[in-house]
Structure formats: structure tokens, C-alpha cells
């Protein structure tokens, strides 16, 4: 799992990948949060090869919270290409996440 620290690193480590990436936008003080952190971490080793899964806290970085429309957390982002193809919002099954991975693939 990759924690993006700058807005730098993002545009470089997620806008210009060359797979999928799942963005975790989280706060650390988030009960849903916490609940999914579990659900990512193994979704970052099943997927790891095929599609990346990063962490942004919106706490620290809330700048991309702004620019990527983020009102509330978890909010789960799957960028392709640099392009948003599918959003959730709220704590997600893994198998609910996971499928939206596939289909970004």
C-alpha cells in the first residue's frame, strides 16, 4: 500500500500510472476508516502487480480532498489513465471493491 505524502507524489504515482489505482481518501480519526483499512491492505497484496492502492489523508493533504470532490470519508477512488472511472462512498465489501478493480482493468 502506498501512503501518498505530497501532491507531487500523487500526480506522479497515481495520475501518471500506467494501471489502475484504488485511492483510499481516509482520516485518521474515521471509525469506517479503520473498519476498511483491513479490507485495502488485502486487497494491495492480491491485486499487487496488476493495480496499485493508495492512501490519502485528507487531513494532511486537503487540497486533493478539494480537487477530487471528496465530502466525506472513506471515499474510495479508482483512477485509470489519470481518469476517475468509478467512486464509493463509505465503508464497501472488498468483493464490492475488487469487482470495480477487475472492471478498470
Do not use: H
Amino acid at each position: 500500500m502506498l501512503t501518498i505524502a505530497n501532491k507531487q507524489e500523487f500526480e506522479s504515482r497515481v495520475l501518471k500510472a500506467d494501471m489502475p489505482v484504488l485511492v483510499d481518501f481516509f482520516a485518521p480519526w474515521c471509525g469506517p476508516c479503520k473498519m476498511l483499512a483491513p479490507e485495502l491492505d488485502a486487497l494491495a497484496e492480491e491485486y499487487q502487480g496488476k493495480a496499485l492502492v493508495a492512501k490519502v489523508d485528507v487531513d494532511a493533504l486537503p487540497e486533493l480532498a478539494s480537487q477530487f470532490n471528496v465530502m466525506s470519508v472513506p471515499t474510495l477512488v479508482i483512477m485509470k489513465g489519470g481518469q476517475e472511472v468509478k467512486r464509493f462512498v463509505g465503508f464497501r465489501p472488498r468483493k464490492d471493491i475488487g469487482a470495480a478493480l477487475d472492471g478498470a482493468m
